[in-house]
Nanobody, 128 residues
Framework: QVQLVESGGGLVQAGGSLRLSCAAS?????MGWFRQAPGKEREFVAG????????DYADSVKGRFTISRDNAKITVYLQMNSLKPEDTAVYYC????????????????????????WGQGTQVTVSS
């Protein structure tokens, strides 16, 4: 069992920046960030694979958010710039182990079902 601990959420004005961190207690293959706004479904934000560390982003955050990972610390980061009020949500860190589900195509970096472990969530609020 891998534990995920998120930090870095908070209140920021529109146009500002925040950096989220997620520390994992064990090795993982894919790590990602999802978010859920009130009354809405949880949605994919960004993901990063194991070596060589390729990344993917939701269209709504491309060019503004950057995901990165420190494999030595087993930590993933989400740098969020040019924040907008519509970015307000609870942000969840997620992690997945490697396995046949990835090779078969059943799992994708965008899909909630692909992930094995979830953090408790951290609130990000962007004021206008």
């Amino acid at each position: 069992q891998v534990q995920l601990v998120e930090s870095g959420g908070g209140l920021v004005q529109a146009g500002g920046s925040l950096r989220l961190s997620c520390a994992a207690s064990g090795r993982t293959y894919v790590m990602g960030w999802f978010r859920q706004a009130p009354g809405k479904e949880r949605e994919f934000v960004a993901g990063i694979r194991g070596s060589p560390g390729s990344t993917d982003y939701a269209d709504s955050v491309k060019g503004r958010f950057t995901i990165s990972r420190d494999n030595a610390k087993i930590t993933v980061y989400l740098q969020m710039n040019s924040l907008k009020p519509e970015d307000t949500a609870v942000y969840y860190c997620a992690a997945a182990q490697s396995g046949a589900k990835w090779a078969s195509g059943w799992a994708t970096i965008y899909s909630i079902r692909s992930y094995d472990y979830w953090g408790q969530g951290t609130q990000v609020t962007v004021s206008s």
